[in-house]
């Protein structure tokens, strides 16, 4: 049975690399006519589409192919933005196939913004060749870099942007004394952040996307629910946590985003905190917003303006989402138990092994249960629990009081919970449902850019499409730009997570920065991914560093 689910492992690792796209094209891609050609030679190309220019320069360059006739350039050539032309913004200097649009002292690009080249037939070489038609460049610049607090200059003051956090993981203290916990070594890093966040004086909201409480990671022969602990409900477990020495400095902060009237605070569940309410959440951080949909619990979503979504992304997961129809009364999905054998193995190991627990595969039901499950034991070098034994302690949570067994909680979702997948996704409310649950479960791994495309851009639920998707969950910080016809649609970004650095394959301390044209009078939105690091091992101070960005156009 080893060595099948080693086959299964080693299918699944070779399709995931063979379906990766890069995203970005660095080359320079000239435009061409009649073999009279133009580029912006210092600057990256971006997707075909726009040339990426730093908002400090104080030049751009233009290469054509062949000497120019000076004399046609008078007249022809135009620099341009949202605002019209900016002809009185610098001077021309032209030298054999070069020009150089020299900025004046008193004009500056804009940082997200779009500007245009226009280069008209009348401009030739100095053999008469010329471009058949009018050709216009595009340029955007990148958005500035966010700075430290306290950084001598970062004097700003104005809150144009959203911080986006998820997955940070916090457990109880027998999470963090017994070694199943996620969560630890980026203690200090996040009440930085959240420091950061307030005192740099450039966010307007801070959102929290998901699993900010790991209600899951439980190992099996350790009851979620235990009176010794004075844990006897969710709400207990989710105090417990909170009360955690480990997390108190990071809820504190919470607390002061929550009444701090610069920033707003909102919360979207994830699915290991997915039985979290808005009452209990209340009473942890008050004054917060949360985004939690009350008529589907478990779930969330969060539009600070209407081309901007936010969720964690579990909804989509077919092992993660909630799952109330396949026993009533009850909502925990399959992941729930997957994710206890995972703790039982952190205990058992003392620590995490990198990756991730939740369930991945391209196979119906009961076969993808079986990756998952062997896959845990293999990786954690475990013993193959007794699959008959009600050895699974419940304790009451989600209304299990009785233990259960690895192979009873496989046959009860195996039983109806394909059949019932229509359903689900219907009461889950998915835009969009997906036919069948191939597509549902590859959503567990470690890329729901799928998903983000299917629900939201191609055929979005609004009357227009979302021009920026973020989502949470997979633990894989991303950011993907959606095109068609060589025009950017859509931008995908996924926060990634602030686990412990060696129990995940991925870079942590991520968080996504978004800022909408709306608040900063730019045609575009502008998505940023950072990570939260020191600049060296002993240093004490932390800064963000760009990892990647893209832009879309609003209009």
């Given at each position: ?21 890069a ?11 009649n ?8 600057h ?22 062949k ?8 007249g ?14 610098y001077?021309?200097?032209v030298?054999?196939?070069?020009i ?13 913004w ?24 595009e340029?955007?610049t990148?958005?500035k870099?966010?700075?430290?607090s ?25 999470a ?14 996040l ?12 966010f ?9 409480f790991?209600?899951?990671l ?13 844990i ?12 955690n ?33 808005r ?5 942890i ?24 979504i ?7 997961d ?36 990198k990756g ?6 391209s ?36 209304g ?21 997948w ?20 590859w ?21 227009t499409?979302?021009k ?14 959606y095109l ?11 926060s ?19 800022k ?12 940023s991914?950072?990570?939260?690091n020191?600049?060296n ?19």
């Open positions: 049975m080893r060595k099948f689910s080693l086959v299964i492992i080693s299918a699944i690792i070779f399709s995931l690399l063979f379906m990766q796209q995203c970005h094209k660095k080359n320079d891609k000239p435009i061409e006519v073999d009279f050609s133009a580029t912006l030679a210092r990256s190309l971006i997707h075909n589409v726009y040339y990426q220019v730093s908002p400090r320069d104080r030049s751009i360059e233009l290469t054509f192919n000497p120019l006739d000076q004399s046609s350039i008078d022809n050539l135009s620099f341009s933005d949202k605002t019209g032309m900016l002809d009185v913004k001077q021309l200097e030298s054999g196939n070069k150089l649009l020299l900025f004046n002292d008193d004009f500056e690009l804009h940082e997200g779009q500007y245009f080249i226009k280069i008209l037939p009348s401009l030739k070489s100095e053999n008469g060749n010329s471009l058949a038609n009018n050709t216009v460049m340029i955007r990148l958005s870099p966010l700075l430290s306290g950084v001598p200059g970062n004097d700003s003051t104005i809150r144009n942007a959203i911080a986006c956090i998820s997955d940070i993981h916090m457990g109880d203290v027998r963090t004394d017994n070694h199943y916990c996620w969560f630890g070594k980026n203690k200090e890093a009440e930085d952040f959240l420091d950061y966040v307030v005192n740099s004086r450039q307007k909201k801070l959102v929290i996307m998901g699993d900010l790991d209600e899951w439980v190992p099996f022969t350790i009851s979620p629910f235990d009176s010794g602990y004075q006897t409900s969710s709400r207990a477990y989710f105090h417990a946590i909170a009360d020495p480990v997390n108190t400095g990071i809820i504190s902060r919470l607390q002061g985003i929550a009444v701090n009237s610069d920033i707003e605070l909102v919360y979207i569940p994830g699915n290991h905190d997915m039985l979290l309410t009452e209990i959440l209340d009473e951080i008050p004054n917060l917003t949360w985004a939690g949909e009350d008529e589907t619990p478990g779930l969330g979503a969060y539009s600070p303006m209407d081309e901007i936010m969720e964690h992304g579990h909804r989509y077919f092992f993660n989402c909630p799952q109330s129809l396949v026993n009533p009364d009850h909502m925990l999905p399959p992941g729930y138990f997957v994710s206890r054998l995972y703790a039982q193995g952190m205990m058992d190991q003392g620590s995490a092994f991730t627990n939740e369930t991945s595969g196979f119906e039901f009961e076969t993808a249960w079986t990756v998952a499950y062997l896959y845990t034991i293999a990786h954690f070098g475990m013993p193959l629990p007794q699959g008959d034994s009600a050895n699974i302690l419940m304790g009451g949570i989600d299990y009081s009785l233990p259960m067994s690895f192979d009873g909680t496989r046959h009860m979702y195996a039983e109806n919970i394909e059949d019932l229509p359903a689900t996704q219907d009461q889950n409310k998915v835009p969009v449902p997906a036919e069948c649950c191939f597509h549902a479960i959503n567990g791994h470690s890329d729901l850019f799928g998903a983000a495309t299917t629900e939201y851009i191609l055929q979005p639920p609004a009357p499409a979302y920026v998707i973020a989502f949470g969950h997979t633990h894989h910080p991303e950011i993907k730009a068609e016809n060589e025009k950017i649609i859509s931008v995908y970004a996924n990634g997570s602030w686990l412990d650095a060696d129990a995940s394959n991925y870079k942590v301390r991520t968080f996504l920065s978004i909408p044209a709306e608040w900063t009078g730019s045609q575009m939105d502008v998505v991914l950072y990570q939260y020191k600049d091992e002993g240093d004490h101070n932390y800064k963000p560093v760009l990892l990647g960005e893209e832009s879309v156009e609003t209009d």
